[in-house]
C-alpha cells in the first residue's frame, strides 16, 4: 500500500522534465547494483542461504531507492518515478549476475 501511495502523491511534477537517460539515471542504477550486490554479499557472509540473502538484499535495495525518492519528496521537491525505475534495474541487473554467479 505504501508503494501505492508514494506514486500517487508524486503526481505529474514527478514525470516533467525529467528525462529517462541522463547521468543521474546512471548513478541510480551503479548505485543500487552496488547497495544489492553488498546486501547479499553480507547477508552470505552472515550465513545466510542463497534465496534468502537475494531476497533481502532486494527488500533493501527496494527501500533505499525508494526512501531516496520519498526524501525528494519532503525536501527537494523533485522525487522521480524515473529515478526510481533505474534503482530497480539496477537492483535487477545485480541479481542476475547474483543467479549466475552463485556458488
Do not use: N
Not at 546512471?26 to 557472509?45: C, D, E, K, N, P
Amino acid at each position: 500500500m505504501r508503494g501505492l501511495w508514494f506514486v500517487v502523491t508524486l503526481g505529474p511534477s514527478a514525470f516533467s522534465g525529467d528525462a529517462w537517460l541522463a547521468s543521474d539515471k546512471i548513478q541510480h542504477f551503479v548505485s543500487s547494483a552496488f547497495v544489492q550486490g553488498m546486501g547479499y554479499g553480507t547477508l552470505r557472509a552472515a550465513g545466510i542461504p542463497h534465496g534468502a540473502a537475494l531476497a533481502g538484499a532486494s527488500v533493501a535495495t527496494v527501500a533505499v531507492g525508494a526512501g531516496k525518492e520519498i526524501y525528494d519528496a519532503g525536501h527537494h521537491g523533485d522525487p522521480s518515478v524515473k529515478d526510481f525505475a533505474w534503482d530497480l534495474a539496477g537492483a535487477g541487473a545485480m541479481t542476475v549476475l547474483l543467479v549466475h554467479t552463485r556458488r
